[in-house]
T-cell receptor, first 114, second 112 residues
């Protein structure tokens, strides 16, 4: 199972763009990269998933370099409500049985200040 | 849309008591998982299921049992509660890609 490494915490200000990087040096060929957001007292919520290059949705963008050994979640123009813990997971979604892609680390605690 | 429903939301147990945390999903998802989350920690996988009748252990399975008799339900049983099992428990389901999971609101369990 590919192991991920993220910063424990980050600070930013309202209106700024925030980039959270996740390292996954031993990512496998069939692995996808998935990001979740968790607010206090709630379950995690899926944000975005990608395999290579760039993926964008209404919430965030995900940048994945050619070697796929890292990925960057980009949150444009953050607000106070973006304060949350963000998790990066790596795994093969089509591996059938097994816990591949179901392992959460400690995540990155993002704090947005006024 | 109900999604993933967990009951109860809160529970207090005494050491040695048993109980079942309920989890139900109405999305016809094949994969279901149970996680626990302790203060300052990420989520740790307890047990998971790839379909009705099939379950397997995650990172921290000791002290917990599961079964999956239907696609919709995935109960988590604590056979003899211990203070170390005080935690917030989350249930999740996913389909078809198992790594896009939908989580319930959680059950806060205290074992005294």
């Amino acid at each position: 199972l590919a192991k991920t490494t993220q910063p424990i915490s980050m600070d930013s200000y309202e209106g700024q763009e925030v980039n959270i990087t996740c390292s996954h040096n031993n990512i496998a060929t069939n692995d996808y990269i998935t990001w979740y957001q968790q607010f206090p007292s709630q379950g995690p919520r899926f944000i975005i998933q990608g395999y290579k290059t760039k993926v964008t949705n209404e919430v965030a963008s995900l940048f994945i370099p050619a070697d796929r050994k890292s990925s960057t979640l980009s949150l444009p123009r953050v607000s106070l409500s973006d304060t949350a813990v963000y998790y990066c997971l790596v795994g093969d979604p089509n591996s059938g049985g097994g816990a591949d892609g179901l392992t959460f680390g400690k995540g990155t605690h993002l704090i947005i200040q006024p | 849309n109900a999604g993933v429903t967990q009951t109860p939301k809160f529970q207090v147990l005494k050491t040695g008591q048993s109980m079942t945390l309920q989890c139900a999903q109405d999305m016809n998802h094949e994969y279901m998982s149970w996680y626990r989350q302790d203060p300052g920690m990420g989520l740790r996988l307890i047990h998971y299921s790839v379909g009705a009748g099939i379950t397997d252990q995650g990172e921290v399975p000791n002290g917990y049992n599961v079964s999956r008799s239907t696609t919709e339900d995935f109960p988590l049983r604590l056979l003899s509660a211990a203070p170390s099992q005080t935690s917030v428990y989350f249930c999740a389901s996913s389909r078809p890609a198992k790594n896009i999971q939908y989580f319930g609101a959680g059950t806060r369990l205290s074992v005294l």
